[in-house]
């Protein structure tokens, strides 16, 4: 059980970053985060970017990239605070503005930027089909909306051992299915919708991270983190490989376009 207030907290922060890459608090670092624009163009545009987390890939969008603006959402002061950080050492602190914000509605203008972008961060906002509005709502005619996000293969009640790996995570939370994705885009209005299963893919990464966690970076990790904690992560990545080997835990791409 995570005691702090915060659910991505320095401790986890600091965990994550060491799995999955400096400044990236999900699977995949730089290449998988740039996957989930295959194909747009990102050069000179305006980015929303919803759950930010520690920011690299805020710095990723504007400096490899080439985006004009990089705004990063998030909830969470900590994170705020890595991404704040990050961006200053980059140097991009005229390029990229982070902003720790209250859940709901995004309190931005109609048609502010050209991409709305998230990485795994949706899985924590409940209401889908309010988001897809705002979403489409911030973006100018013709925007795209391009996230990445953890889902569940059905809207049924999720298998005990969902039920078992949601509880492990102690993260809030929050998975839809890829047909009420669909449904709440189509809803909002979007068109040219599509949504990429990335079950194949995360399935063997994350074996490959349990490997590591109870094999060779086991010692250092526990020095580190503590046994306590590094075990428990183990039991909840055991608990995840066994929901994404069934395929009720599908991460997908999700992709839909404001009509222009
Ligand atoms: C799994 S992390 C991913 C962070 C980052 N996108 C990445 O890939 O490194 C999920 C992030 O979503 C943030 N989050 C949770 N609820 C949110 C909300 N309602 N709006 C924006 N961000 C939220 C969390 O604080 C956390 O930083």
């Given at each position: 059980?995570n ?12 965990f ?10 999900s ?28 920011g ?10 080439g ?7 998030d909830?969470?002061?900590p994170?705020c ?14 390029r ?6 209250t859940?709901g509605?995004l309190?931005f203008?109609?048609?502010s930027?050209?991409?709305?972008y998230s990485k795994?961060?949706?899985i ?5 089909e309010a ?6 709502r911030i973006?100018?005619p ?5 996230a ?7 809207d049924?009640?999720p298998?005990?051992e969902?039920?078992a790996?949601?509880?492990?995570e102690?993260?809030?939370?929050t998975?839809?299915?890829p047909?009420?994705?669909r ?6 209005g979007?068109v040219?919708?599509g949504l990429r299963n ?7 990464v ?6 590591r966690?109870?094999?060779s ?9 503590g046994?306590?904690?590094?075990n ?15 395929g ?6 999700l992709?839909?376009q404001?009509?222009a």
């Amino acid at each position: 059980m995570n005691d702090s207030e915060f659910l991505y907290d320095e401790l986890h922060i600091a965990f994550l970053e060491d799995l999955w890459g400096e400044g990236f608090l999900s699977p995949g670092g730089a290449a998988e985060a740039a996957r989930v624009l295959d194909g747009l163009e990102v050069t000179g545009k305006r980015i929303l970017d919803i759950g930010c987390g520690s920011g690299a890939i805020a710095v990723m969008l504007v400096r490899d990239l080439g985006a004009a603006h990089v705004t990063g959402i998030d909830v969470e002061a900590p994170v705020c605070a890595a991404a704040t950080r990050r961006a200053a050492e980059a140097g991009l602190s005229g390029r990229i503005a982070i902003r720790e914000v209250t859940p709901g509605p995004l309190a931005f203008s109609d048609a502010s930027f050209d991409i709305v972008y998230s990485k795994d961060s949706i899985i924590h906002i409940p209401d889908k089909e309010a988001l897809a509005v705002e979403v489409f709502r911030i973006l100018r005619p013709g925007g795209w909306f391009a996230a990445s996000d953890w889902l569940i293969a059905h809207d049924d009640t999720p298998s005990p051992e969902m039920q078992a790996y949601i509880a492990a995570e102690d993260l809030d939370f929050t998975m839809a299915s890829p047909d009420r994705y669909r449904r709440a885009l189509a809803a909002a209005g979007f068109v040219n919708i599509g949504l990429r299963n990335r079950n194949p893919w995360y399935r063997d990464v994350a074996r490959d991270e349990l490997a590591r966690l109870t094999g060779s970076d086991y010692t250092n990790l526990s020095e580190t983190y503590g046994t306590e904690f590094i075990n428990a992560q183990i039991a909840t990545w055991r608990a995840m490989t066994a929901v994404l080997d069934s395929g009720e835990h599908c991460p997908h791409h999700l992709r839909a376009q404001r009509p222009a």
